[in-house]
């Protein structure tokens, strides 16, 4: 299984960017989806998760109302869409999929079985 993050970089304040993770090697509707953060010298954090047919999204509050999970199954391929983003928000991205079970939309680092190898998001104020 290989999940393969892209799309980070160096932004202002304010700006948007796109995440993206490709993944190979599971049968990825059979997964949740989700990106967790961490920033230099804190723990892992998550961010946001999306279930198998992504009816369901779920987001921590410090991203609630500027970023968005998707996916699209046909390409096996999860997103971060993040808008006005902060210096807070400067940290490596990981992607992480789940083994889920219908409606199933875990939220804790423990439940994801595979992990990508992260992007980083630094935004300058």
């Known amino acids: 299984v290989q999940l393969q993050a892209s799309g980070g970089g160096l932004v202002q304040a304010g700006d948007s960017l796109r995440l993206s993770c490709a993944a190979s090697g599971l049968t990825f509707s059979n997964y949740a989806l989700a990106w967790f953060r961490q920033a230099p010298g804190r723990e892992r954090d998550f961010v946001g998760a999306?279930?198998?047919?992504?009816?369901?999204?779920a987001y921590a509050d410090s991203v609630k109302g500027r970023f968005t999970i998707s996916r699209d199954n046909a390409k096996k391929t999860v997103y971060l869409q993040m808008d006005s983003l902060k210096p807070d928000d400067t940290a490596f991205y990981y992607c992480a999929a789940a083994r889920a079970i219908l409606t199933d939309l875990p939220t804790t680092e423990g439940r994801y079985n595979y992990w990508g190898q992260g992007t980083q998001v630094t935004v300058s104020s």
């Open positions: 999306v279930g198998r047919w992504a009816s369901s999204t």
